[in-house]
C-alpha cells in the first residue's frame, strides 16, 4: 500500500489505537490489510460499509470471508465507534451543508439532528438461511445467533413465525414495559405493524403484461429467466393490523431491499432497493416495482426484505430457494 502515503497525512498513515481495525474479534493484521485492499481503512468506514458489497469485493480480490463474519465485524465496529464517539459536533463545511438542506424547515432541524445522535445498539444479531446439498431434496434450515451472547437457535425451513417471536424474546428484558393504562392510548407509530408479502413475480423484459408468479414462500418459479435480460421483481404485500393503521396520526412508510446468492460461487449481489413506500391507510394491498436488472447464468437463491419504518417492526422476509438463469 505504498501509494497510499502519497496523498494521505502522517495522521492518516498512523492511526491511533482507537481507530485501529484490529481492535475488531477476528481482524488480524491480514484481515486488515485485506479491508484496506479495499478502501476500509478505519472503523467508521466498516460500521459505515455494506456488508455485502465487503463480501463481494474482497471475493474479487480472491479473499474468502464469509457474510456472517463480516456482519459481527459490522456490528463490533458500530459499538466501538458508538463509544468513542464525542459529542455531536460538525465543521464548517458540514454546518453550512446541514444549514442549507433545512432551511426550508428550521422547526425540526434540532429534534431530528438529536435523534440521530442518540441511536445506540443494545442488540444485534445474524440471520443465516442455510442448504444441505447433499440431501435429495435439498433441505434448507434458519440459523439465528445473538451476536453479545453467541447464543444460538435453528428452525427447519425458512422459518418466519419463530424467528420474529425469539428475536422478540431477546430484547423483551431491555425494553421498557407497557404500563397498563386506563384508556387507549393513541395510536400514531408503526411498532405493532407487520406487513405480509403476498405475491413476487418476474417482469422479462419490464414491460411485459406476463408475469411468473410465486404465491407461496419457498417455492421454484415454474421457469428459468434469461441471462443478461433485463427484468423487474414485482412484490405485493399487505398490512395485516389493517384496522391498526386506519387509526394512526401519520401513514408510515417502507423500505425494499432484493439480493441473489449464486449458489455454486457464493457471491452475494444486491438487485436494487426502494426507499419511503408510503403506506396510505385507506389501501389494503400495495404493490412495489423494484429497479430493473439482469443476472449472468446460474444458479441462485433469491431474498426480498420488506423493512417497516418503525424503531422495533421486525423486517418481512420472502426467499426462492432456486432461481434458474439460463
Known amino acids: 500500500m505504498a501509494d497510499s502515503a502519497t496523498h494521505k497525512s502522517n495522521g492518516s498513515d498512523h492511526r491511533s ?29 466498516l460500521a459505515r460499509a455494506v456488508a455485502v458489497e465487503i463480501e463481494e ?72 438461511f ?31 413465525e419463530h424467528l420474529q417471536s425469539w428475536l ?11 404500563p397498563a393504562a386506563l384508556s387507549e392510548p393513541p395510536i400514531n407509530i408503526s411498532t405493532r405493524l407487520t406487513a405480509h408479502i403476498e405475491n413476487l413475480f418476474i417482469l422479462q423484459p419490464p414491460s411485459t403484461a406476463t408475469a411468473m408468479g410465486l404465491y407461496k414462500p419457498n417455492m421454484m418459479f415454474p421457469s428459468p429467466i434469461k441471462a443478461n435480460f433485463p427484468f423487474s421483481l414485482v412484490v405485493q404485500f399487505s398490512i395485516l393490523e389493517q384496522e391498526i393503521l386506519a387509526k394512526m ?13 449464486n449458489l455454486k460461487q457464493g457471491e452475494s449481489l444486491s438487485l436494487g432497493k426502494l426507499k419511503s413506500i408510503n403506506l396510505p391507510p385507506q389501501q389494503n394491498s400495495h404493490t412495489a416495482y423494484l429497479p ?16 417497516l419504518d418503525s424503531a422495533q417492526a421486525l423486517p418481512t422476509l420472502i426467499e426462492v430457494p432456486v432461481l434458474q438463469v439460463t
Open 292 to 307: 430493473t436488472t439482469s443476472l449472468q447464468k446460474g444458479i441462485y437463491r433469491l431474498q426480498v426484505l420488506l423493512i
Open 249 to 261: 396520526q401519520q401513514a408510515p412508510s417502507c423500505r425494499l431491499e432484493s439480493y441473489v446468492r
Open 168 to 178: 422478540r424474546s431477546q430484547v423483551a428484558e431491555v425494553l421498557p414495559s407497557e
Open 17 to 45: 489505537g482507537q481507530e485501529s481495525l484490529t481492535q475488531i474479534e477476528g481482524i488480524g493484521k491480514v484481515k486488515k490489510q485485506w479491508l484496506e485492499s479495499i478502501g476500509i481503512t478505519t472503523l467508521k468506514e
Open 57 to 128: 469485493q474482497l471475493s474479487m480480490a480472491g479473499h474468502t470471508v464469509h457474510l456472517s463474519e463480516i456482519e459481527k465485524w459490522m456490528t463490533q465496529a458500530q459499538l466501538l465507534v458508538a463509544e468513542t464517539a464525542p459529542p455531536a459536533t460538525h465543521d464548517l463545511a458540514a454546518a453550512a451543508e446541514d444549514t442549507t438542506a433545512i432551511s426550508a424547515d428550521t422547526s425540526m432541524a434540532e429534534p431530528t439532528a438529536q435523534i440521530i445522535e442518540n441511536w445506540q445498539t443494545f442488540a444485534a444479531f445474524t440471520v443465516e
Open 130 to 160: 442455510q442448504a444441505n446439498q447433499d440431501t435429495d431434496p435439498v433441505h434448507y434450515r434458519t440459523l439465528v445467533r445473538h451476536l453479545a451472547t453467541d447464543q444460538e437457535e435453528t428452525w427447519s425451513g425458512i422459518e418466519e
